[in-house]
């Protein structure tokens, strides 16, 4: 232990200022327990204060808002609450001593502090992919951006990144930011997807037509060349095994490279206690409680699995605190035998993965590929959905009921033809 170091003492330690991390505080609070919030930002929101586009809160606020407006009503009622929150906090460690001891240690201006906690909420987000982690090579030149990076410079300190732009990735973020470029009145010249198809949600690939910007799908940004700063990249296409089809390439002459290549959840804190991963997803293993392997942790957000809408990640949030509610009740959620949930048919991945039976849940899933008139089965329970399309850039949440878990000794989810 650090006994230089001051001591706190809460019920729960909540690690993470975005969505998933307020609304877990807030609904804590709500269910009396004695709360403490810690982000390394300088103020609460996550990434949400530089998502200046409309689109978020349709679910949980039943209104459309910006991204500053969702974490706003968020931060007031945290506030109201009287939740206790430092930002500018930066978590170092969290220790595992039994179910219902843990450790968190943080450092912030005012100094280094080690709090115990009867349960953790980790909600602390994604990470971007970068450059190097997607192949590109080439000069290390000025100009390479990841979307938030770029986001950041623009929505929070007004300062545009460059004027001619290529960017990687067409999912929701790329798309979005593609519409920002186009919009300060710089020259978008490529969207460039490794895909076959869009990455991005319908009403955000109509952002290309509308701008008149170019999507190179089944293509890829292989290199940078420059001398200080971006002045092309090269592009080749790929086969339907994603391998580059020699000859292919070509150069487009831009200032700026904008990486939008997908989300990591952020769990290397959690594998140093030995939550177990899940491949699929990148985050942990959970049980309808959304409690990791480690009893007495939880996990919520973008860190257990990539959403594509903040609502969900608000609503995961609540839900964790809930589980924390009754793990510190109880001296641990109660042992009873799980319902093991597995990824059938074109299901690329799945949470949570263990269900209790005593309560209504939603999984949330993705598909490995696009397919049109499916329907959505788990044989076990004679559970049919029929869904006019899925995409893997769109999150699908499936409701079940208590009374269709407890059919089952297990559970296949599968996206098939109808």
Not at 272 to 300: Q, Y
Request: charged share 25%; aromatic share 6%; net charge neutral.
């Amino acid at each position: 232990m650090f006994p230089e170091i001051p001591m706190l003492s809460y019920d729960v330690v909540v690690v993470g200022g975005g969505p998933a991390g307020m609304a877990a505080a807030i609904r804590a609070k709500e269910l009396g327990l004695k709360v403490l919030l810690l982000d390394e930002n300088d103020y609460l929101g996550g990434i949400l204060p530089q998502c200046i586009h409309p689109g978020f809160g349709l679910h949980y606020y039943r209104e459309e808002l910006t991204g500053p407006e969702f974490a706003s009503r968020l931060a007031k009622r945290l506030v109201e609450l009287g939740v206790e929150y430092r930002t500018a906090a930066r978590v170092l460690e969290i220790k595992n001593y039994s179910d219902l001891e843990k450790v968190v240690i943080f450092t912030s201006p005012s100094g280094a502090y080690q709090v115990w906690a009867k349960a953790v909420i980790y909600a602390a987000g994604a990470r971007e992919r970068h450059a190097f982690e997607i192949g590109i090579v080439g000069d290390r030149v000025s100009g390479i951006y990841t979307a938030g990076e770029a986001q950041t410079l623009m929505d929070l300190y007004g300062i545009m990144p460059g004027k001619e732009i290529v960017i990687v990735g067409s999912g929701d973020v790329g798309l979005i930011m593609a519409r920002r470029f186009a919009l300060e009145g710089a020259k978008v010249k490529a969207v460039v997807e490794l895909m076959p198809y869009p990455g991005g949600l319908a009403r955000n690939v109509m952002i290309l037509k509308d701008f008149n910007i170019p999507l190179y799908l089944s293509h890829k940004v292989v290199e940078v060349r420059g001398k200080g700063r971006v002045e092309r990249v090269k592009v080749v296409r790929v086969d339907e095994n994603l391998n580059e089809i020699p000859g292919s390439e070509f150069w487009i002459e831009a200032d700026t490279l904008i990486i939008s290549a997908g989300l990591v959840p952020s769990v290397k804190k959690l594998k140093k206690i030995g939550v177990e991963i899940d491949p699929a997803t990148g985050g942990p293993v959970v049980n309808d409680r959304l409690e990791t392997s480690v009893p007495g942790i939880f996990v919520a957000g973008n860190s257990l699995l990539i959403n594509d809408l903040v609502d969900y990640v608000a609503e995961q949030g609540e839900l964790a605190a809930e589980g924390a509610k009754e793990f510190i009740e109880n001296g641990g959620i109660e042992s009873r035998k799980w319902v093991k949930v597995e990824k059938g048919e074109n299901v690329r991945l799945i949470a949570p993965h263990y269900l209790s039976g005593d309560r209504d849940v939603y999984l949330y899933l993705r598909v490995s590929k696009p397919m049109e008139d499916v329907e959505l089965r788990i044989p076990e329970i004679g559970k049919r959905m029929k869904l006019p399309v899925v995409k893997p850039a769109e999150m699908l949440r499936i409701k079940l009921k208590a009374e269709e878990i407890r059919k089952a000794e297990r559970l296949t989810v599968e996206v098939v033809k109808a």
